[in-house]
C-alpha cells in the first residue's frame, strides 16, 4: 500500500514520543525513590525538552519539506468572509486547483480572522475554490507568471446557502465528531445514540474523557474540568446526567485553552453551546422521545426573522425513571476492633426537568448587533434506596438491618444575558464584543435515613438535613480584535465573575420512629460565601509562510470569603499570572504541527471549602475545608494532523504536571464512631492539598470512509497517570486509557445507522482505583415525508456491560463499591422539521470545524 506524505516526518515524531516516554518514566522512578526534589526538576527540564523537541521537528518540517517540495515562489491568498454580515469565516476548506486538468495542488482552511494563504506555488493558471457549512461553494481564478506571481484575491464574500420553502434540500451534514489540534467539537444531532440521553452520555464519545453515574466527568484523568454554558462559566448546580442532549446543538472540549480563556481547570474547558436557530425566515422543530421503562423527552425550537429582528425560542421537558443496584463492603478498625458493613440495595430515580428559553437580536446594521436572551429551568429530582445491610464487630452477632435513605432536590434557574458586537466592514477581522449575564440558581435538597427494621436496640429515629440554597452569579466582559493586516493581530479583554451564595443546612431527628421531626441546633448551620474574579488578559498572533505564533498572557485575581455560623469564617486574596503560548506550522500535502503551553488553576468550589457536613447517609458525610487552595497546572501538548483524500488522522502528545494537587479523601471519623454505641463505624469524606499529580499520554483520532455507504471513526488514548498517596508519602502510578469506535452506514439515501462502542480503562486514584467502565449502543434514523420528518431507533448499552466498580484503602478502612444502574434502554423518537428547515439528507462528513467560539 502506498504511505502517505511525509511518512519520514512522521517518522521522526514517533521517535520524539518514544523519547519523551523514556523520560517521563525516569521521572516516575526518581519520584518513588523518595527524591520529589530532583523529580519536579526532571519534570521542568521534560517540559523544556518536549519544548525543544517540538521546536525542532518545527524546524526540521518547515526547512526539509520546502525545499524538497517547492516548485515556485507563487501565493494566493485572501479573506473569506459571509456576504450578509461581512464576519470572517475561519475553519473553511480552500483548494487550489491546476487548469486545465483541474488536478489538486493545495489545500488549507481559514484562520480564526478569514484570511488563507497557499504559498511556494509553481508559475500558471489555477482555480481557487472556497467550501464553508452553510455557504455555496465558490470559485475564483488566479493566474501566477513572472511578473506577477502573487495574487491577492482580497475580500472574499460568501453566500449563503438559499432554501425555499417546500423544495428538498440536499446539503452536506456535519460530522458527529470534528477532532482538530486542541479542540473537539461534538455536533449533538449528528449523533444518533444522543436520541432520550443526557449530555453525559454524548460526552463518552470523546477520546481520555471518562462520566461517572454521577455526571462527573473527568478529561486524562482529571476531574479539575471547567463547564461553560453557551461560552459562560456554568453555574455549580449544573449536572451533565441531567441536562437533556436534546437542549444542544454542539459541545466543545478544549484541552489546551489560551488566554483568551479563562485559567480555571487544569483538566481544559467543556462548553456546552444550547441551540440557536439563525436560517431566514420561519424555521423550527419539534421532537419527542419515548424510552423503556418510563423515560419520556419532548423539545420545541423555532425562529422567526423579520428584516433586522430574529426571534428564537427553545422549550423542552424530560421526565425519566432509572433503576439501580449496589454491593458495598466496608471494613474498619477502631480502637483495636474490627467492623465489618456488607450492604446490597436497590434504587430508584426520578428525574423531572423544564426548561423555556426566549431570545430576540436585532441588527443596526451589517456592522452593529445586539442580542438579549432569558432561560428558565425547573428540576425535580428524587432518589430512592433501600438496603439490607449487615453490621458485624470482632466475634459478636451480626445485626441486620432494612434502611431506607431519600433525597429530594427541587431546584431552579434563570439567566439573563446581552451581548453587542461591532464590526468594522474597511477592517476585516476587527471585532468589539461586550456581554453581561447574570445566573440565579436556587432551591432545596432534603435527605433523609430511616431504619425500616432491625433489633429493639438499634435507633429507629429518623434523620433528615435539609439544605436551602441560593446562587448569584453576574458576570461582565469586554473584549476587542484588532488587525493589524492580514496575517498580524492583537486581541485584549477584561472580565469579572462574580458569585455569592448565602444558605442553610438544618438537621432534624425524629423524637419516636414515625413521628414529626424536630429540628437540632448541634448539625445546623448558616453560611455565606463570596467570590470575585476580576481579570484581563492580552494576546498576539501572527501568521507568516505557513507559521503561526500566538502568545498571551491572563492575570487574574481571586478574592473570597466563606463564613459558616457557629463554625467561624474564612478568606483569601490571591493574585496569579497565566502565561500560554502555540506554535503551529502548515505543512504540504495538508498537514499541521502544532506545540502549546499553558499554565492553568483549579480553584476549589465553594463546597469543598466551607466546613458545612453533608450527608449522603446515617454512616457517610462529606465536609469541606477552609484551609484548601488553589492546584496549579502546566499543560503542554504536541500534535500533528494529516488528511489525504478524505482521511483525517491527528495524534496529540500531551503532558501535565499539577502542584498543591486538590485530593479527596475518605477516612473514619473515630470520635463519631465511639458515639454511636452501635457497631456502625462513620466515614467522612473532605479533601486536602498534597504531593504533585502528573499524566502524559498519546490521543490518536482516525476519520476513514472505508465504502460510499460507510464510514469509520475511531479515537483512543494511552497515558500515565500518577497521583499522590492518599498518605502523603509516595505517589500511585498507572497506565490507563480510553477507545472509541464510530461505524457510521447510509444503506439507502434516507436511511443512517450508526454503532459505537466505547471503552474506559481502570484508573488509580488516591485510595485505590476504579475499574473499567465498556459498552455498545446503536441507532438508526429514517428520514420520512420528503425530508419533513425523521424517525430514530436506538438502543443503549446493548448488552448491558457498563457498571461502576471502585476500590478504596485508607488507615484502617477498606472499601468495596459496585453500582449498576440502567443502563441498557431502548428509544424511539420522531422529529417533525417547520418551516424552511429540514432533516439533513446524508452522513457524508465535512470537516469543518464549528464557528462559534467562547472567551474567557
Known amino acids: 500500500m502506498k504511505q502517505p506524505p511525509s511518512f519520514g516526518l512522521l517518522t521522526m515524531y514517533y521517535k520524539v514520543i518514544c523519547i519523551a516516554m523514556k523520560s517521563t ?68 476548506n480552500v483548494v487550489l486547483l491546476r487548469l486545465p486538468d483541474s488536478t489538486l495542488i493545495g489545500n488549507t482552511q481559514t484562520a480564526a480572522n478569514g484570511s488563507f494563504a497557499l504559498t511556494s506555488l509553481a508559475l500558471g493558471r489555477y482555480v481557487v475554490r472556497a467550501e464553508a457549512l452553510g455557504y455555496q461553494a465558490a470559485r475564483r481564478p488566479a493566474t501566477l507568471n513572472a511578473t506577477a506571481p502573487v495574487v491577492r484575491l482580497g475580500e472574499w464574500l460568501a453566500v449563503p446557502t438559499a432554501v425555499q420553502l417546500g423544495s428538498v434540500v440536499v446539503r452536506g451534514e456535519k460530522a458527529a465528531v470534528v477532532n482538530d489540534l486542541g479542540k473537539t467539537i461534538l455536533n449533538v444531532d449528528q449523533d444518533l445514540n444522543s436520541a432520550g440521553g443526557t ?6 464519545k470523546v477520546p481520555s474523557v471518562a462520566v461517572d453515574d454521577n455526571g462527573q466527568v473527568s478529561l486524562r484523568g482529571n476531574a479539575s474540568v471547567t463547564l461553560y454554558l453557551d461560552g459562560q462559566p456554568a453555574p455549580p448546580t449544573l449536572r451533565l446526567d441531567q441536562l437533556p442532549a436534546s437542549r444542544l446543538e454542539t459541545i466543545e472540549i478544549i484541552t489546551n485553552p489560551g488566554a483568551q480563556y479563562a485559567a480555571q481547570g487544569t483538566g481544559g474547558i467543556i462548553n456546552l453551546v444550547q441551540k440557536k436557530q439563525t436560517q431566514a425566515g420561519w424555521n423550527g422543530d419539534a421532537r419527542a422521545t419515548v424510552g423503556t421503562r418510563d423515560k419520556y423527552t419532548a423539545a ?7 428584516g433586522k429582528l430574529t426571534f428564537s425560542g427553545n422549550a423542552d421537558g424530560l421526565r425519566n425513571r432509572f433503576r439501580g443496584s449496589s454491593a458495598l463492603q466496608q471494613v474498619a478498625a477502631v480502637d483495636g476492633r474490627t467492623s465489618r458493613t456488607d450492604q446490597t440495595g436497590a434504587s430508584t430515580r426520578q428525574q423531572t426537568n423544564y426548561s423555556l428559553r426566549l431570545g430576540v437580536a436585532y441588527a443596526f446594521s451589517d456592522e452593529q448587533r445586539v442580542s438579549l436572551t432569558a432561560q428558565y429551568y425547573a428540576q425535580d429530582f428524587r432518589t430512592t434506596q433501600n438496603f439490607a445491610t449487615r453490621l458485624a464487630q470482632d466475634a459478636t452477632p451480626s445485626l441486620l438491618l432494612r434502611n431506607q435513605n431519600t433525597q429530594a432536590e427541587n431546584l431552579y434557574g434563570s439567566r439573563f444575558s446581552g451581548t453587542y458586537r461591532r464590526t468594522w466592514a474597511a477592517s476585516p477581522g476587527r471585532a468589539l464584543t461586550a456581554s453581561a449575564s447574570y445566573y440565579l440558581d436556587g432551591g432545596t435538597v432534603t435527605t433523609q435515613q430511616r431504619v425500616l427494621d432491625g433489633p429493639a436496640r438499634y435507633p429507629r429515629n ?3 438535613q435539609l439544605l436551602d440554597v441560593t446562587i448569584h452569579m453576574p458576570s461582565v466582559r469586554v473584549d476587542y480584535v484588532h488587525p493589524l493586516d492580514q496575517k498580524r493581530r492583537w486581541e485584549v479583554g477584561v472580565k469579572t465573575d462574580a458569585l455569592v451564595t448565602p444558605g442553610t443546612a438544618d438537621y432534624a431527628v425524629q423524637a419516636t420512629p414515625g413521628g414529626e421531626f424536630i429540628g437540632q441546633d448541634a448539625g445546623s448551620y448558616r453560611y455565606t460565601y463570596r467570590q470575585l474574579i476580576p481579570q484581563a488578559y492580552g494576546s498576539y498572533q501572527h501568521n507568516s509562510d505557513g507559521w503561526e505564533y500566538q502568545a498571551g498572557v491572563r492575570a487574574e485575581f481571586t478574592g473570597l470569603s466563606a463564613q459558616v455560623r457557629p463554625t467561624g469564617a474564612e478568606s483569601q486574596r490571591i493574585l496569579n499570572f497565566f502565561p500560554s503560548a502555540t506554535v503551529a506550522r502548515t505543512l504540504p500535502h495538508d498537514q499541521r504541527l502544532q506545540l502549546s503551553y499553558s499554565r492553568r488553576v483549579n480553584r476549589p468550589n465553594f463546597l469543598q471549602i466551607i466546613p458545612l457536613p453533608i450527608y449522603s447517609d446515617a454512616r457517610t458525610y462529606v465536609v469541606g475545608n477552609a484551609a484548601l487552595r488553589p492546584e496549579y497546572g502546566h499543560v503542554a501538548e504536541l500534535g500533528h494532523q494529516l488528511t489525504w483524500g478524505a482521511t483525517t488522522l491527528s495524534t496529540t502528545l500531551f503532558g501535565r504536571v499539577a502542584s498543591q494537587s486538590i485530593q479527596s479523601l475518605r477516612t473514619i471519623d473515630t470520635l463519631a464512631t465511639r458515639r454511636s454505641g452501635q457497631p456502625d463505624f462513620i466515614t467522612r469524606t473532605s479533601y486536602a492539598n498534597f504531593g504533585h499529580t502528573a499524566s502524559y499520554g498519546l490521543e490518536l483520532s482516525l476519520t476513514q470512509p472505508v465504502t460510499k455507504w460507510w464510514k469509520l471513526t475511531t479515537s483512543g488514548s494511552a497515558y500515565r497517570n500518577q497521583v499522590a498517596s492518599y498518605s502523603g508519602e509516595g505517589t500511585r502510578a498507572g497506565f490507563t486509557g480510553t477507545a472509541y469506535l464510530l461505524n457510521q452506514f447510509s444503506p439507502t439515501k434516507t436511511l443512517a445507522v450508526q454503532l459505537s462502542g466505547n471503552y474506559q480503562a481502570p484508573l488509580v486514584v488516591p485510595q485505590g482505583r476504579v475499574l473499567a467502565v465498556y459498552g455498545v449502543d446503536v441507532a438508526l434514523r ?29 488507615d484502617g478502612l477498606a472499601t468495596d463499591l459496585r453500582t449498576k444502574y440502567e443502563t441498557r434502554v431502548g428509544y424511539l423518537g420522531f422529529s417533525w422539521f417547520l418551516g424552511t428547515k429540514k432533516s439533513d439528507s446524508t452522513m457524508e462528513d465535512q470537516p469543518q470545524g464549528d464557528r462559534g467560539g467562547i472567551g474567557g
Not at 525513590?33 to 521546536?55: D, E, M, Y
Not at 420545541?300 to 423579520?306: A, E, I, M, P, W
Open 300 to 306: 420545541l425550537s423555532g425562529n422567526r426573522q423579520v
Open 782 to 810: 429514517q428520514r420520512l415525508l420528503h425530508d419533513r420528518a425523521a424517525l430514530t431507533l436506538r438502543v443503549s448499552d446493548l448488552f448491558n456491560t457498563r457498571r461502576q466498580y471502585t476500590q478504596l484503602a485508607a
Open 25 to 92: 518514566r525516569q521521572i516516575v522512578t526518581i519520584h518513588q525513590a523518595g527524591h520529589p526534589a530532583t523529580a519536579w526538576s526532571w519534570v521542568t527540564g521534560w517540559l523544556r525538552g518536549v519544548g525543544w523537541l517540538g521546536w525542532f521537528g518545527l524546524v526540521a518540517a518547515s526547512l526539509l519539506p520546502g525545499r524538497l517540495l517547492a516548485q515556485g515562489l507563487g501565493e494566493v491568498s485572501g479573506t473569506l468572509l459571509d456576504q450578509r454580515t461581512r464576519q470572517p469565516l475561519p475553519f473553511a
Open 462 to 464: 429518623a434523620r433528615q
Open 199 to 204: 449530555a453525559a452520555d454524548v460526552l463518552q
